[in-house]
């Protein structure tokens, strides 16, 4: 197996390099135009006008006003606020104590819902998906009460790549005049973020899935929808998240975002041929691979696999040692290595769960990049399931 | 009245500029180490290793062990994290419902607390402070009570620079077995930081007070002290803190904390001396001018002065015409002009607290800076009470 001389990166979905565009647009903001723009003079409102000007891009190719927009430090944050805020405010209203989200929603909602309800004694109901990662708009009316107060369903799964009937679940809540969110993370510089179109009260995005900096976001709030802070201090962002706003990192997530949607036409053409090239290749040349996730209706860049008889972290390490950069859906950032919750939701039984990998294309890959993959992954599989009592026992079975 | 030609930024308590040292530190990690620190792979080693080199370096000069550091968005979160996330786990293990504070804290501490009393049940009580807004230990202890499950004191104060004796508070509150928390957001890079010497078990800090960028803060939390999450996700920050790492900025607040206690001797002084001359010129050359805060136990950098029948905004309009950059006291950022807290809860009767100018001095500044604000500011003052009407009323009454 020939060694690999760079780097193939392919886990976009869980960060992506800075744009050398969005970089040169941040960087006057740190050592030159560094006011805070709470200031009353010159420094402060070049600074000011820089992060209102941000806020207008971005409020454009959202079709909302500027004012609905509110910049946070992450798509984390943004769930947060989302979610907390349109609770805990309802609940003061009188509005109810329930609130509806999926099991396939990352963790940023899930476990905010969780909490809401563990320590903060809401009620939850996470709506079921099927087979493919999809939640039906039918499966979602079913659920709501007369005392829901918040839907979150997200716009596509970072796991799977499966995309959601969002604007039919919007209309849903709309009739039902219950605010409804959607966490877009994925979905940002991809997939229309028009938020009438999408019929959603708000919705979540970070930069840095879309070549922009790791450590700000947004949360866009359909203006009416109560909202308590979950940062209190200061009258930042019209009393919704107080402390200093961080001008460059502001001013890059409008350029990135800018940048992602006039490139979006080509760039989804280009990568969805590469992540097709990809599927079949994989499908083709390794037996007994499935491809997790809505075969078609999937975010263009996104390959999700789970080859039976392996350890989607012991792929990974080979990989690495290859030089290709991937994820598992197992979540590792707390150094226990969990079966999926988005492949156990969508029926997929546990030790299954274990052995998938994620592959999520971006700007720099390259038919070349994915014709290596197709070259070093065969045979890592192979190996592992040669090692495996699982896959031994099942031969001796079949023999 | 000579024009000046450049700008006199003298608003450092506000923000500072990205010193150029840390702008390189944090370069490489936007395009080229930009991977996610969760990821398994070289890319994301790099990141986690610099992320976890800052957590060290920063542990270094806070006495602490590094898992203790909890990098945030902002002084403003650590500050919301210290607060929430001590209050509610307190009161989950059954210790009690209320909390201290004082009056002249910044809004992200007050307004927290308010909140956390007015939403969320607790109970409030805020120490008095003197006429130099200097709070007594004394009076710390005398509101405590068997229920008391916060104290949180700021370690100088970021209207007036007057410094807080934290560690006589912290030893009172060791006594009685309270966690102690303090908003260093102003004392970061300037004053001794070491959590043991200071007796806190939680010390937030903001990088943007010390020539970092804006954007970035940390929370210490001594091992042992309670503290639920305020932002839920994934498990980073040994789940203290949800949310992909902004590892740039982590790196700049690290490395801009470092030079700061490298060269803090050196620039203490010398700011000092520069304040000092300022103060002193001030008093000298402008009648019936105050300075507020405490004369001696003050940041090397504060100067803050009464002029009585002037407004501050007033005056910063003329300063800011003339390319100097400063504040007041008032709060501005949600474009409401109030009197300050900080100088109400010293004593200052209201029409007294709207007149504070506020000159915050820094590393770029020089003594012809100071000459040259001691130039232009005596006529500023001079004008604006030519044309006040109750300055003219008190001419009257005298002549």
Chains 1, 2 share one sequence.
Not at 58 to 70: D, F, G, H, W
Not at 134 to 139: G, I
Request: charged letters at 25%; a negative charge.
């Amino acid at each position: 197996m020939a060694e690999i001389e760079r780097m193939i990166y392919m886990d976009h979905a869980a960060t992506t390099a800075v744009d050398r565009r969005v970089l040169a647009a941040m960087l006057p903001y740190w050592t030159d135009h560094y006011g805070n723009p709470s200031g009353v003079y010159r420094l402060a409102r070049e600074a000011s006008r820089a992060m209102e000007q941000a806020r207008e891009t971005v409020a454009t190719i959202l079709n909302c006003k500027p004012r609905e927009i509110v910049f946070t430090s992450c798509g984390s944050e943004s769930d947060n606020l989302a979610l907390r805020g349109v609770a805990f405010a309802q609940r003061a209203r009188g509005k109810g104590n329930h609130l509806i989200t999926t099991p396939i929603e990352h963790h940023a909602v899930l476990h905010t819902a969780e909490e809401l309800r563990d320590r903060f004694g809401f009620e939850l109901t996470l709506v079921p998906v099927d087979r493919y990662g999809v939640v039906h708009p039918d499966d979602v009316a079913r659920v709501i009460r007369d005392d829901t107060v918040l839907i979150s369903v997200m716009y596509a799964n970072n796991e799977v790549g499966t995309i959601e009937p969002i604007a039919e679940i919007g209309a849903i809540a709309r009739e039902r005049g219950i605010p409804f969110h959607t966490d877009a993370v994925q979905a940002g510089g991809v997939l229309p973020l028009n938020v009438d179109d999408l019929k959603v009260d708000l919705l979540s995005l970070s930069a840095h899935k879309f070549y922009g900096p790791k450590g700000v976001g947004l949360l866009y709030v359909r203006d009416g929808v109560p909202l308590w802070p979950m940062q209190t201090g200061g009258g930042h962002e019209r009393n919704r998240r107080a402390g200093t706003e961080n001008v460059p990192y502001i001013v890059g997530l409008a350029t990135a975002l800018k940048l992602a949607y006039e490139e979006a036409e080509e760039n989804n053409r280009r990568i969805a041929a590469l992540r097709d090239r990809l599927i079949a290749g994989v499908l083709d040349r390794i037996p007994e691979a499935h491809l997790n996730g809505h075969p078609l209706q999937r975010l263009p860049n996104n390959a999700n696999f789970t080859f039976r008889y392996t350890e989607g972290e012991a792929i990974l390490i080979q990989l690495d040692l290859l030089g290709v950069a991937a994820s598992s859906g197992s979540a590792c950032s707390t150094g226990a290595v969990e079966p999926s919750h988005v492949l156990r939701a969508m029926g997929v039984p546990p030790e299954e769960a274990f052995g998938s990998l994620r592959l999520t294309l971006g700007r720099e890959n390259s038919e070349e990049d994915v014709d290596t993959v197709l070259e070093v992954l065969p045979p890592i599989v192979e190996r592992l399931r040669a090692i495996s009592p699982l896959y031994e026992a099942r031969e001796r079975g079949s023999g």
